[in-house]
């Protein structure tokens, strides 16, 4: 993974307490809608349900290493009269990436990518709108303070398209609570607790306590 900025183990502040065992949930505060997330062990997973213009109900299933990288990603999404499927895996050489599809989901994107060649082995993976695999990437990072901006290849997966999007993203750690999210898509700040899970987004989520 190609990344520019300073990692956080060399330049240690505070520790991180303990990621959470117990099951969390995020509400939206953009439109209605849910996610639970039940993250103890190496295969944490959740689903959501999310109202407005186009609702849709969608489940995960990932799998971490001990550092929080996100080795592999299960999606599926569902609307009215469409599902669709996703599996993401890394490998030391590259990605593998298995979408399917069944219904008409209008003007959605396809799921999946045809750009997988250009993917990072090594992007930081994000389920978007999904604030626990922007948590997980502020721990496998070792982002700090003292680190600064620190951009790294990123790939997303939209929802509820499923679409597989390759980019550049840069992690600021603005303080050990507010993180500063720039890059390929609109920037955006979360708050954070002790551990590094988002609390809040301004106008988009909250996790309910």
């Not at 520790?15 to 959470?20: E, F």
């Not at 290493?65 to 499927?85: I, M």
């Not at 979360?190 to 590094?196: N, P, R």
């Amino acid at each position: 993974m190609t990344m520019t900025g300073a990692r956080g183990p060399a330049l240690a502040e505070r520790s991180r307490a303990d990621l959470p065992v117990t099951p969390l949930t995020w509400q939206r505060t953009d439109t209605v809608g849910t996610e639970l997330v039940f993250p103890r062990g190496s295969r944490p997973s959740g689903s959501a349900i999310v109202a407005g213009s186009r609702p849709y109900s969608l489940t995960w299933q990932a799998e971490l290493t001990p550092a929080s990288q996100v080795k592999s990603l299960h999606v599926t999404c569902r609307g009215d009269g469409w599902n669709r499927e996703l599996r993401m895996e890394r490998a030391a050489t590259g990605w593998t990436c298995r979408a399917e599809h069944a219904g008409d989901a209008g003007d959605l994107p396809f799921a999946g990518t045809e750009q997988l060649e250009a993917i990072d082995p090594g992007a930081v993976l994000r389920l978007a709108d999904s604030p626990i695999f922007i948590s997980w990437a502020v721990r496998n990072l070792g982002l700090t303070v003292k680190s600064g901006p620190v951009s790294v290849p990123v790939v997303r997966v939209q929802v509820p398209s499923l679409a597989v999007v390759p980019g550049t993203v840069t992690y600021h750690l603005v303080s050990p609570q507010r993180l500063r999210i720039t890059g390929d898509w609109p920037a955006a700040t979360f708050e954070l607790d002790a551990a590094g899970m988002v609390v809040y987004q301004a106008g988009h989520l909250r996790m309910a306590r």
